[in-house]
């Protein structure tokens, strides 16, 4: 049996091997330079397309933005898919007081980003991407990613008075998240990227009250058909966290598909070298077609 970490490491360097792949085009959605969504057209030159909307990993951190998802992006486009790829405010560069790593998030532009984006992005796509199909709509994301995009399919469902609540479900065909921080309490339990869960919400005094805002484990039933797609050998955001989110949402009357990958661990979901990335750009298309 390969030694865990090295295999952990191995995965990792090939899924930032790939050169990052530049967009067709970028369109802002505010101010912030962060504020920004790159559109990648069907690269076999279909006129209408699913569109796929790419939230990026990394623990929230700023050292990690939107340009290491691009091969993967890019794959999807190889298959037919119109894409486009988010980027959002995370946490700052430098790490907190007695830290060692950046900071996780910032509560609650992170947030607020991505709920801007995706209410900008029919309109977006219409001008920038007119090849994509916004009645057909699905997010994916990865790691951190994946919990912004569950969160994103649950805004119907927050707490009456969030800032971020939307008056009916998003027009979404579905969720496919990738190894995604789907259940707060489990991954605080094991400590998934170093604490991020709680330095993402502000710290343990204010981490009750938001995380009723931010756990996807804590927005169910949406009513949207998600699909997990998830490493067995994942150590950097353990399987147990994504069961922990089937075992919420089957207790909220929901049925949440799981699909966990044998001999896999975090990165290749991602990764265009590796099988695992055909089986999430199947799941997509199971949604999206």
């Known amino acids: 049996m390969p030694d865990p970490a090295a295999r952990a490491a191995a995965e990792e360097a090939s899924a930032f091997s790939h050169p990052a792949v530049p967009p067709d085009v970028s369109a802002a959605y505010?101010?912030?330079?962060?504020?920004?969504?790159?559109?990648?057209?069907?690269?076999?030159?279909?006129?209408?397309a699913p569109l796929v909307v790419a939230l990026h990993g990394g623990a929230w951190r700023a050292p990690y933005?939107?340009?290491?998802?691009?091969?993967?992006?890019?794959?999807?486009?190889?298959?037919g898919f119109a894409v486009a790829n988010v980027e959002y405010r995370r946490g700052s560069d430098i790490p907190r007081q007695g830290g060692?790593?950046?900071?996780?998030?910032?509560?609650?532009?992170?947030?607020d980003d991505v709920a801007a984006a995706l209410d900008a992005l029919p309109e977006l796509a219409a001008v920038h991407l007119p090849q994509a199909d916004t009645g057909r709509i699905v997010?994916?994301?990865?790691?951190?990613?994946?919990?912004?995009?569950?969160?994103?399919?649950?805004?119907?469902v927050l707490p009456a008075g969030s800032p971020w609540r939307l008056p009916a479900p998003p027009a979404l065909r579905g969720v496919v998240a990738l190894a995604p921080i789907a259940h707060f309490g489990r991954s605080v339990e094991l400590g998934v990227c170093g604490g991020a869960v709680t330095e993402l919400l502000g710290g343990p005094s204010s981490y009750g009250e938001r995380a009723a805002h931010a756990d996807p484990s804590a927005l169910l039933?949406?009513?949207?058909?998600?699909?997990?797609?998830?490493?067995?050998e994942d150590t950097d955001v353990p399987y147990a966290v994504a069961e922990a989110y089937a075992e919420a949402a089957a207790k909220a009357g929901e049925e949440v598909g799981l699909t966990l990958l044998e001999g896999i661990g975090h990165f290749p979901p991602i990764d265009p070298a590796a099988d695992a990335c055909a089986v999430v750009a199947e799941e997509i298309a199971q949604l999206a077609w």
Not at 42 to 48: I, K
């Open 100 to 111: 060692a790593t950046p900071v996780a998030g910032r509560w609650p532009e992170t947030f």
């Open 139 to 156: 997010l994916t994301g990865h790691s951190a990613g994946g919990q912004l995009a569950l969160w994103a399919a649950a805004r119907h």
């Open 221 to 232: 039933p949406t009513g949207i058909a998600t699909t997990v797609v998830q490493g067995r």
């Open 65 to 79: 933005d939107r340009r290491h998802l691009t091969p993967f992006v890019d794959f999807l486009a190889r298959r």
């Open 30 to 48: 505010g101010d912030h330079p962060d504020q920004v969504i790159d559109f990648y057209a069907p690269r076999d030159g279909r006129t209408r």
